[in-house]
């Protein structure tokens, strides 16, 4: 009996012993793990492409962006009644500029000053390399449901002319995250 009992406590203290290191294994594990993500989002900018309600602060659509990314939109112009496009990048510098500007005629409300490089395609008057920085850094606009309004990022395609964009204010801004909002952004479900 007194053999048992022995056996037991030694089976025990090895159980003991084998959970004090697994313990301490995880926990070194947890802080190499925390400390890496750390060091990464802490020397990695990221940034966000944000559409939001301007009067309500509202995010209504967002993704992650990279210096040198474009977007773009296009619309029909509601003087001309012809469609326009813009295209803007995000620079290496941190700032939105307008790359280029596709119209099929020049009117009010339409670019009409020589900048850039200007060429004929598809119809189009393609005015290209304006490196202009937008008003304020911040696109705003209200799109309207009357004709079809569009927004595009990498392979997304929305359609400003729909909820929960049409009828609002909206502003397309790139935002600077923390690291510690980057950290957050990791763990957000889409």
């Known amino acids: 009996m007194n053999n048992r009992k022995e056996t037991f406590t030694n089976e025990k203290g090895a159980l003991l ?3 004090a290191f697994f313990q ?7 802080v190499l793990l925390i400390l890496l ?4 989002l ?9 559409i939001s309600d301007m ?5 209504l659509w967002e993704r992650e962006i990279e210096q040198g990314e474009s ?4 619309y029909i112009h509601s003087v001309e009644k012809s469609p326009v496009k813009e295209v803007f990048q995000f620079s290496s510098t941190g700032e939105v500029l307008t790359m ?3 119209t099929k005629s020049f009117g009010a409300g339409l670019p009409y000053q020589r900048e850039g ?3 004929m395609k598809d119809g189009y008057y393609v005015i290209k390399d304006l490196n202009r920085p937008i008003h304020g850094g911040v696109l705003r606009m209200k799109p309207s449901d009357m004709y079809p309004h569009t927004f595009s990022f990498r392979d997304h395609t929305i359609y400003l002319s729909k909820e929960p964009f049409v009828t609002k204010i909206i502003e397309i801004d790139v935002k600077d995250l923390s690291w510690w909002e980057g950290f957050l952004h990791l763990f957000k479900l889409e």
Do not use: C
């Open 17 to 19: 012993l084998s959970n």
């Open 24 to 30: 301490k294994f995880m926990l070194i594990f947890a």
């Open 37 to 40: 993500l750390s060091w990464f």
């Open 42 to 50: 802490w020397h990695r900018p990221q940034y966000l492409l944000v």
């Open 55 to 59: 009067n309500t602060g509202e995010t």
């Open 71 to 74: 977007f773009s939109h296009e």
């Open 100 to 102: 280029e500007s596709w």
């Open 117 to 119: 490089d200007v060429e």
